[in-house]
């Protein structure tokens, strides 16, 4: 999971301009793996962070890339995050993200058989939800506990679950626990103009974190994603 991991930071450091720990080592000692990173000192934010922070998520966004997925599986939590390639993304969300996930909650005994079969429903309806877009670096799990603000003054990131998906992945995430300012998404608009009705699809970018929870916490994390695929199937 830490060689994953690794992997991850060195592929965003090589896109990104943000401020990521560098990979000092990972290994392991009898039956423990580990990960050293380089130590980053917080501190206070200089008065352009936010807008520094949107901005450079934009212009890694837009880096082109040739296919949703990547050349290697890796995790997103303690989960196996299945990053086969795809040219396009509702059948990568569908198939990769979505349907496996529910798959888990229903032989836990989480949800119903018509669950199942309505979360089929819902991704049947995906590619008329989505634009298919470009694309993306994502860093895969970008939420308010996931960066820092460096002693420079700007934001660091860390702890990425990265894959090539549809950028809203990015924003939605960002969204689901708080934590961002709104300068955040006015740069992030400004440099790489969000697509018409992003905000009505924040339920279904935020659908993938919320199914990692509910597999990995089950509670009330469960109905919330069971009423998103209720929602729109």
């Not at 130590?39 to 008065?47: C, D, F, R, T, Y």
């Not at 308010?144 to 939605?172: C, F, Q, T, W």
């Not at 018409?196 to 935020?206: A, H, I, S, V």
């Not at 509910?214 to 109905?223: D, E, W």
């Amino acid at each position: 999971m830490f060689e994953k991991e690794a992997k991850g930071l060195d592929l965003l450091r090589k896109n990104c301009s943000l401020i990521i720990p560098k990979v000092i080592k990972t290994g392991f000692d009898d039956d423990k793996q580990y990960l050293v990173l380089e130590w980053l000192e917080k501190g206070s934010p200089e008065k352009d962070m936010w807008e520094r922070f949107g901005a450079t998520l934009a212009m890694m966004h837009q880096l082109p890339q040739e296919y949703f997925g990547l050349d290697e599986d890796n995790y997103i939590g303690s989960l196996d995050q299945v990053n086969a390639r795809q040219s396009d993304w509702a059948t990568f969300y569908a198939e990769y993200r979505i349907m496996p996930l529910i798959k888990i909650l229903f032989d836990r005994g989480y949800c119903s058989e018509t669950d199942l079969i309505l979360a089929n429903k819902f991704c049947s309806h995906l590619k008329n939800i989505f634009s298919s877009g470009y694309p993306a670096l994502l860093h895969g799990d970008l939420w308010a506990g996931n960066y820092l603000i460096h002693s420079s003054g700007y934001a660091a990131i860390y702890d990425p679950a990265v894959y090539y998906g549809h950028r809203e992945m990015d924003i939605g995430m960002t969204k689901l626990f708080g934590g961002f300012d709104q300068r955040f998404y006015d740069a992030y608009d400004h440099y790489y103009p969000l697509e018409k009705d992003w905000q009505k699809r924040l339920p279904l970018t935020q659908l993938y974190p919320i199914l990692v929870h509910a597999v990995l916490f089950g509670g009330h994390y469960v109905s919330s994603a069971l009423s998103i695929v209720r929602q729109y199937a």
